[in-house]
T-cell receptor, first 115, second 110 residues
Framework: GAGVSQSPSNKVTEKGKDVELRCDPI?????LYWYRQRLGQGLEFLIY????????KSGLPSDRFSAERTGESVSTLTIQRTQQEDSAVYLC?????????????FGDGTRLSIL | GIQVEQSPPDLILQEGANSTLRCNFS?????LQWFHQNPWGQLINLFY???GTKQNGRLSATTVATERYSLLYISSSQTTDSGVYFC????????????FGTGTRLQVFP
């Protein structure tokens, strides 16, 4: 079946612009996660959804970052007034939620470059 | 917070060699996953291994949760094994997010 799908795969934008990144989880997966990977580093957690509620937003780096999810489907991560330090790959993952007893499956990510 | 450390940080092998990658973690975990990030940036699930040993072709993994470490074995390495290997853990008391290790960068030469 289809895996986690993210769009766009690449995004180049000017500093100060807003960007919206999209994630389609695996069908039936109730949990959805956003991570960020800066060049040459590991992944850092941003936000987690169970259904359309976000019990854990602890990783969002600033109030310029926000995320929404429609039911148990698509999620969008929005970055307002982008800064150069926002340049990174943004990865989305989904899992069959069972308090961590199921693996997370990752999409191919969106590579964001801020000029 | 929890520390997830991987060793070695870098590994260079000739095709056909075997290797062992290690992941140490400083707190009690519910689960552990090993990933391979290929040169194109794709993150590929290798193992979901909270404890015990699993094998998949030339790869196998062992997690000893009570001693807070996991090992990934790669046998008869191939050039396509090149990339970065990450372990990631879910804490026992916060199972919402994976905490990633520092990674091991593997280069396999023909």
């Amino acid at each position: 079946g289809a895996g986690v799908s993210q769009s766009p795969s690449n995004k180049v934008t000017e500093k100060g612009k807003d960007v919206e990144l999209r994630c389609d989880p695996i069908s039936g997966h109730t949990a959805l996660y956003w991570y960020r990977q800066r060049l040459g580093q590991g992944l850092e957690f941003l936000i987690y959804f169970q259904g359309n509620s976000a019990p854990d937003k602890s990783g969002l780096p600033s109030d310029r970052f926000s995320a929404e999810r429609t039911g148990e489907s698509v999620s969008t991560l929005t970055i307002q007034r982008t800064q150069q330090e926002d340049s990174a790959v943004y990865l989305c993952a989904s899992s069959l939620f069972d308090r961590g007893s199921q693996p997370q499956h990752f999409g191919d990510g969106t590579r964001l470059s801020i000029l | 917070g929890i520390q997830v450390e991987q060793s070695p940080p870098d590994l260079i092998l000739q095709e056909g060699a075997n290797s062992t990658l290690r992941c140490n973690f400083s707190d009690s975990v519910n689960n552990l996953q090993w990933f391979h990030q290929n040169p194109w940036g794709q993150l590929i699930n290798l193992f979901y291994i909270p404890s015990g040993t699993k094998q998949n072709g030339r790869l196998s993994a062992t997690t000893v949760a009570t001693e807070r470490y996991s090992l990934l074995y790669i046998s008869s390495s191939q050039t396509t094994d090149s990339g970065v290997y990450f372990c990631a853990v879910l804490l026992s008391y916060n199972t919402d997010k994976l905490i990633f290790g520092t990674g091991t960068r593997l280069q396999v030469f023909p």
